[in-house]
């Protein structure tokens, strides 16, 4: 005999970190496709916000390129003026013993930092070399932070998955279920793949809009390897929440289906996790997805990964 659904209690709710006001409002997503959450800390002081080195290795690589770029022209631009600052004569070029220029001294400045030195200015002044040994000692410690910091955003574990563009309620086994394709977008291998997908909707309740959470039950909630895409499943049966539910009466209590992915890196041996979400203008329904087996090449199975997230419409 089957039972009613039940819904995540508040306790529950908790543990889930949404907490009850982000729950009420009914105009945002909770997560979106890229798995980052619709909420905004404000009210923190700069220094208690301040995390530099989270930031430096979360950002993107061009936002990384830009920023070190710009770094390394400010500081040298500095450590320029600062040579300038030792009065003109400073640094001078060794032939000639004329005064550097300013574009000479910036290009002076690089080649300090660096530590290859220049074969054609030097410092002459007591100033001008307290200044190169600051840069000397600036460039050494500036280089190495940067290269760990290279070193970290490659060697951090992450993971790539795939997540189809669309969601599908599809027909299953003289049933209907909701379903959603991932893959592994990298050519590492991962192993034992937990899936966890979450329900949510408004209900009313004593008169007025309360947000609801459901765990669906999956037909396979992990898998041991995952070499080829992955089909989750969600039977609608007597037992699901969805039963019963139109597309209309999905789309007007703002449902949508929080998806946790998570798995073992067998590269660098460690859990990793990924998450995104569907909403009702991402599912289809009467649809399925369409084959991405393309046979055998020589003795390998072929995945036409440009199929990944194609639809086929069934009958209604």
């Known amino acids: 005999m089957s039972t009613a659904p039940q819904p995540i209690t508040r306790e529950q709710l908790r543990d889930l970190g949404f907490g009850t006001v982000v729950s009420e409002q009914q105009q945002i997503r909770l997560l979106n496709r890229d798995g980052s959450f619709n909420v905004e800390r404000t009210g923190y002081s700069f220094w208690s916000a301040l995390s530099g080195y989270h930031e430096l290795i979360t950002m993107g690589w061009v936002k990384f390129y830009l920023l070190t770029t710009g770094a390394y022209v400010v500081v040298n631009l500095v450590f320029g003026w600062l040579y300038l600052m030792c009065g003109e004569g400073a640094v001078v070029n060794q032939q000639t013993h004329a005064p550097a220029h300013w574009t000479d001294i910036f290009f002076y400045s690089v080649e300090t930092m660096s530590t290859i030195g220049s074969n054609t200015f030097v410092a002459i002044t007591t100033p ?41 309620i599809a027909p299953y086994r003289g049933i209907t279920a909701f379903e959603f394709r991932v893959a592994n977008g990298r050519n590492n291998q991962m192993i034992e793949v937990n899936a966890k997908v979450l329900f949510t909707r408004f209900e009313n309740v004593d008169g007025r809009p309360l947000r609801k959470y459901y765990q669906l039950n999956l037909e396979r909630d992990n898998v041991v390897f995952f070499p080829l895409s992955w089909t989750v499943v969600h039977p609608i049966d007597d037992s699901s929440p969805l039963k019963g539910l139109s597309k209309e009466e999905l789309v007007a209590s703002n449902a949508e289906f929080l998806v946790l992915m998570q798995g073992i890196d067998e590269t660098f041996a460690t859990n990793v996790h990924s998450r995104s979400s569907y909403r009702m203008d991402e599912v289809i329904c009467n649809a399925k997805f369409a084959d991405v087996f393309s046979g055998m090449k020589e003795k390998n199975l072929t995945v036409d990964m440009r199929k990944f997230s194609k639809i086929v419409k069934v009958g209604d």
């Open 128 to 168: 001008a070399n307290t200044v190169q040994a600051i840069e000397l000692l600036v460039g050494l410690m500036g280089f190495a932070v940067i290269a760990g910091l290279v070193f970290a955003r490659f060697s951090r574990p992450t993971a790539r998955i795939l997540y189809s563009d669309y969601a599908v």
